[in-house]
Structures are given as structure tokens and as C-alpha cells.
């Protein structure tokens, strides 16, 4: 499987998580370890700015986790700058997961605040990868903006509806010259293999491991399917068709009788 390199860093796993909604921290550290994934993103909302030793950073504290602090709970463009420049200085990384959802009900992302932001973030040296609804023009505009991959939706965050975009994403990974993660309403390995399949570079899954029953078992589900997914797309899948074509060639064995 080939590896993925965004900005220039290379990742071996496929599957970017989340730090939501796990039941307890030592839960959330176990399963993001389980799922194999490099980069964990962390909502900037729930870092204790003052505190060093804030207990949820602790559990990321692992040399293969690499952090993408997001900018959840801004609503325009102005506040996510802000909450981007304030990530950089807590946790002391450029890159940044932009999100701007103006309306907590469904939580879609706002196209014209998010792109008026990956603009002034790239200016200011953000390594830029905009969480975005599945618009193929607005992907196309965010990757000459400068940004450094683009995350467009499957479905709403938490809805763990699957891949409802599935069209416009197809269309966004066959323009696309930056990365492509499918994030958000991946709700079960499935869709995250069908992602990889359809040829997504990554995926990044918060609530349907965080949630499951068992989210260690669940996130090494995920893991073994964006693999599966990926390795599959890679090798070439066939094409489909609507009539049958026999496996066996059928002439030869009727000849004979
Ligand atoms: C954690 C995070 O960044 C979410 O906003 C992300 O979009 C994942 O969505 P799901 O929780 O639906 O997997």
C-alpha cells in the first residue's frame, strides 16, 4: 500500500480519528492506538490553554500520534484565524483541521467563511485541510487557495449516515490535486472501505468508534477496512455492467454431449 503524504509528511495509515465522545479518556487512548492512525484531530475547544498538563493531551502523548487541532464551535472566518493562531501557540503545531459551522443543528460547513479563512490561514503559514461540504467548485477553489488537502463530508458529523455524497465525492478525488479525506457520518467500516475503494486518499472517523459497544474492537474494524479499501483501489477494481458474463467460458462442455 502506497503511503500518503500530505505537506510532506508522510503517513502509513489511511484512517485520521477524532477525540470525541469516547466514554472516558483511557477509552479514547486505547482506541485511537487500536485503529492505527497518525493524525488525531482535537477540538481546540476542549484544551485547557492554561494547564500543561491537560489530562486529554496526556493521552495523545504518543510519538506516532501527530495532533490536527480543529476549529469546531467558530462560526465565521475572523474567529477561526483566531482559534487557529491559538492553536498553534498551545499545542504548537501549524496544521490546522478548519472548521466553520455556523449552525449547531446540523453542523454543515459554511463555504464562504471557510474559504475566506483557508485564504488568510495559508498567507499566515497554516498547513490548511478545510472540512467542507462534498463541492467539487469549492474543493477546486480551496486547492488553488493553498491548502494543503480538502475534507469533504460523506454526511452529517455524528449522523453515521455513510456516504450520502457519494456522486460529488467521486467527482472532487477525479479533479483533485491535493489529498482527499472523506470526513464526517462515516458510520461503519463499510463506508470507510467504500470511500477508500472510490479512491479517497484518507478518511478521518470520530463517532462511530467512539460510540460503538466495544470502540477498541470497532477501531481495529476500521483500521483492517481502510486497508481492505485502500489495497483494493489500488490493485484495479473491475468494471460493472448490467448483463451477465459467465465466470466459466460456456462452449467446449455442451459440444460433447
Ligand atoms: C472530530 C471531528 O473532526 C468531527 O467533526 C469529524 O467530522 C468526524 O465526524 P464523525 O463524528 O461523523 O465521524
Redesign the pocket.
Same mark, same amino acid.
Given at each position: 500500500m502506497t503511503p500518503l503524504i500530505i505537506s510532506g509528511h508522510t503517513f502509513s495509515s489511511r484512517l485520521f480519528t477524532?477525540?470525541?465522545?469516547f466514554s472516558s479518556l483511557q477509552l479514547m487512548e486505547d482506541a485511537l492506538l487500536a485503529s492505527g492512525s497518525e493524525l488525531v484531530?482535537v477540538?481546540l475547544k476542549r484544551v485547557d490553554m492554561h494547564n500543561q498538563a491537560d489530562d486529554m493531551l496526556q493521552h495523545l502523548r504518543h510519538p506516532q500520534l501527530q495532533l490536527l487541532p #480543529?476549529t469546531?464551535g467558530v462560526r465565521t472566518a475572523r474567529e477561526a484565524v483566531y482559534a487557529a493562531q491559538l492553536a498553534r501557540e498551545a499545542l504548537e503545531t501549524n496544521w490546522v483541521?478548519l472548521?466553520i459551522h455556523p449552525d449547531p443543528r446540523y453542523?454543515l460547513p459554511d463555504p464562504i467563511e471557510t474559504l475566506k479563512a483557508a485564504e488568510e490561514l495559508v498567507k499566515l503559514g497554516f498547513i490548511v485541510l478545510p472540512?467542507v461540504h462534498a463541492d467539487p467548485v469549492l474543493c477546486k477553489r480551496l486547492e488553488e487557495a493553498g491548502t494543503a488537502a480538502v475534507m469533504p463530508?460523506g454526511s452529517p458529523?455524528?449522523? #453515521?449516515k455513510g456516504l450520502k455524497t457519494a456522486d460529488f465525492l467521486e467527482i472532487i478525488i477525479e479533479q483533485s490535486n491535493i489529498p482527499v479525506v472523506v470526513?464526517?457520518?462515516?458510520g461503519s467500516p463499510s463506508d470507510a472501505a467504500k470511500a477508500m475503494e472510490m479512491g479517497a486518499d484518507a478518511v478521518?472517523?470520530?463517532?462511530?468508534i467512539a460510540v460503538a459497544q466495544d470502540p477498541v474492537a470497532m477501531a481495529q474494524a476500521f483500521r483492517q477496512a481502510v486497508i481492505a479499501g485502500r489495497m483494493a483501489y489500488e490493485a484495479g477494481l473491475p468494471p460493472t455492467g448490467q448483463q451477465a458474463v459467465a465466470s466459466s467460458p460456456l462452449i467446449g462442455f455442451l459440444d460433447e454431449v
Open positions: 477524532g477525540t470525541g465522545k484531530t477540538a #480543529n469546531s483541521k472548521e453542523l472540512y463530508l458529523i455524528g449522523s #453515521n470526513d464526517a457520518g462515516i478521518l472517523v470520530n463517532t462511530a
